[in-house]
């Protein structure tokens, strides 16, 4: 669907716009969204509007952008200006570096990368976080009351530097509970070289759940137990499963 809107419109009482597979440029989509004065959820996705360049009220509570075309700057300022926002869900398909979230009012995120990203996120009211990533990702997380983690590393299986590239995501994941989604057994199953040399990644983690992506049973079920208890000391539950898809 084309979408074409040459002067600013006017929705004083819409709430919630969703835009999907919509092909339009960047003024027309400010002049739409400019029109919406109490505006609360805005969803973007697979939209070909080239480069996301809008300004959107601060009453916005919910934001969704599913594969569309940013750049880190642009995202990196729009928090700023967004003091109610407290939902954020994010899927790129290209490479993003340095992209920094700032906010203190998100209470739940949703980072979905296809490729390695770098990612920073400063968030002290955060409590919920669900990251899709590969593990060679660089996300580092300052958000003190983060009760729940729940990240999917679509690894095809491990390297030298993966193992290592893991513990350093895991180490930046500081949570209470965490569910954790792999594609393979070996992904969990860190070498003795490297828990000798590398301290827990999760040291505070009380209660994780670990599934496998494509619904098949896990093989090495001992072997991944020792090494998460090494990743997590202080876990109180562990329970190793499936996904049901």
Known sequence: MDLFVPS?????????????????????????????????????????????????????????????????????????????LERLF???????????????SLKYVFLEY???????????????LRIVCQSWSKISVEAPNLLEVNLTLFDQGPTKDSYIDRVHLLSNLNSWKMVLTIYKDEVLIFPKRVRQKYPSPMPNLKHLKVMRFNGTSFTKIGEMRDSLLWCAPSLESLEIGRDGT
């Open 8 to 84: 600013l419109s006017t929705f004083p009482s819409l709430k919630f716009l969703s835009l999907v597979c919509v092909k339009s440029d960047a003024k027309s989509l400010q002049n739409l969204i400019s029109g919406c004065p109490i505006i609360e959820e805005l969803y973007l996705s697979g939209s070909d509007i080239g480069h996301l360049d809008f300004a959107v009220s601060k009453t916005l509570r919910s934001l969704s952008l599913l594969f569309v075309d940013l750049t880190s700057q642009w995202l990196d300022s729009l928090f700023s200006r967004l003091p109610l």
């Open 90 to 104: 994010f899927s790129s398909y290209k490479l993003l570096n340095n992209t920094r979230i700032c906010s203190h």
């Open 114 to 128: 296809y490729f390695p990203n770098e990612a920073a996120l400063t968030t002290p009211n955060l409590v919920g």
